[in-house]
C-alpha cells in the first residue's frame, strides 16, 4: 500500500463540484490508469465534452464495474438508490468512499447497500463554494483543504489506507474522526454558519444591501450557495446545528445585553476573545 | 469646482489604515500639491520613513494650517478633543471632513467644533478589513467601494462637491445620506455581521475549528479585527444594531423553528431568498 497509484481504474459517481474536481485532480496527478464518471442529463454531455473521463455513463452499475476506487460524490438524497443500484457490479476487492457534508445518515447509508460486497470509509473534504455543478470544477480545489475519513466502526485497515492516500495525494490534510463527532464539529463551522449567514442577508433591506462593502460580501458569501444542498445539509444535521445554535445564541446575547445596558464589557470580552482566535486559525499549520 | 485638483494643501489627522490608505491614494493620484499628516508616536517614525508626506506632526493644530482640505480619520473617541485642537488653526475657507463608521456622533462633533469656523461634510468610505494600523494602508483601498457622505443640514454646497470629487478620485461610488439612515443600514450591513461573527468564533470548542474550512474562514474574517475599534462602533451604534439584531434573529427563528420540527419549508425559503438576495448583489455595478 506504500505505492497504491495509479490505480488500475477510478470510478466516480457524480460530476457536480466536488466530483468533478476529483475527476479533474485525479487526471492531473495521473492517479489512475482508467477514469468512469457516472453523470445524469442534462450534465452529461458536458462532462464528456470535457474529455477528462474514458468513459461517461448515466448507469451506475456500468460506472463502477472493475474500479478499485469508487468516489460516491452525489447528494444524500441520492445515495441510497445509487448504492443499492452498484452493490451487485462491484468487485469484492472495490473500495468505496463518499463525499457527504453529513456523515452519520451516509455511514448509514453505505453500511445498508455494501455490508459484505465491498469495503467503505466514510470522506468530508471540506472544500467546496458558493457554486455547484460541472462548470465550476477545478483541480486544485482539494488542496491546503481539511478532509476528514470517518471509518465504520469495523474498518477495513487496507481501505482506510487507500482512501486517506487518495485525500493526501489530492492536496489534503487528514483528520480521522467517528462520524457523529464529524457531524458536531461541522454543524459548528460550516453548517451554523450558514443558516446565519442566509438569515442576516433576509434580515436587511434592499435600501441597506446597496452601500453593503468587503465585511458583508465575505460574511454572507456562503449564503449563496445552492439552496436545495444546503436544506438537505441542514436537515440531515439538524440535531447538532441546533446545539450549535443554541451556544452561538447564548454568546451573542450575553453581548447584546451587554449593548442593551450601555456597558462595554461582555461586548469588548467577545471582540477581544473573537480577534484572538480567529487570528491563530489564520496562523495555524494547513 | 470642476477641476479642484490637485489641491494646494491635503491635511490628513490620523495615519491608520483609512488615513495612512487615504494618504497613499492621494499621493498616487497627485490630488494635492502639499499633504501634511498627524500621526503620534509610535507610528509617527514610520509614518516618516514612508516618505508620502511633506510634513508628518503630532500637532494636530500645526497639521491643518493653510490645507484646503482635512480627513479626520481617527477613532470617535479621539475626534472630539482634536477637533477641538484645530478649530483655532483652519483657514477659514478650509472643508473638513471624517471617515468614522457612525456618523450621527462624528456629525455631532464637527457641528459643536466647527460651526462658524469651517465648512463640513461626513464621509464614511465603506471599506476597510481585519488589519489596522499604517502598515496594512494601501493606495488601492478605496477603488469600487461605497462612500457615504452625509452633509449636515445647512451643508455648504461647495465642500459637498469638493468631498465628493475627493472620494470619486480615489475611486469609490458615492451615496448621500442622512446621517440617521446611514447609521441604520451600516448596523445592518457591517456593524451586526461583526458582532454576529464575533460571537460565532466564540461559540465553538478549539476541536471544531481544527476542522474549519473556506466557508467558515470567509464567513468569520472580520472577527479578527481590532476588538477596541469594534467595541466603540457598537457601542456607538448600539441603538441601530439592537434593531438589526432583531431582524436578524426573527429570520433565524423562523428557519430554527423549522429545524426543530423537522419540516423544511422555512429553512428551504429562507435559503433560496438569501441565495438569490446574494447572487443578485454580487451582479450589481460596482
Known sequence: MNHPFPLSRLSILGA?????????????????????LYSREPEKETVRAAGIADLVTDDPADAVRKAELVVVALPIAAMGAILHAIRGALEPKAIVTDTASVKL????????NL???ARWVGSHPMSG????GFAFARSNLFEGAVAILTPPETADREALALVEA????LGCRVVHLPASEHDRRVAAVSHLPHLLAAALVCSMDSEALEVA???FRDV?????????MWNEILLANRENVLLALRSFLARLEEASESLRDGTSS???NLLREASQRRLSFDQRPS
Chains 1, 2 share one sequence.
Not at 466536488?18 to 496527478?29: D, M, N, Q, Y
Open 213 to 215: 462593502g468587503p465585511g
Open 166 to 169: 487518495f485525500w493526501l495525494a
Open 129 to 132: 463554494g458558493e457554486r455547484s
Open 220 to 228: 454572507t458569501r456562503i449564503a449563496a450557495a445552492s439552496p436545495e
Open 115 to 117: 455490508e459484505g460486497r
Open 266 to 268: 461582555a461586548v469588548k
Open 16 to 36: 457536480g463540484l466536488i466530483g468533478g474536481s476529483v475527476a479533474l485532480a485525479a487526471r492531473r496527478l495521473a492517479l489512475c490508469r482508467e477514469l468512469v
Open 105 to 112: 445518515p451516509a455511514m448509514q447509508l453505505l453500511q445498508e
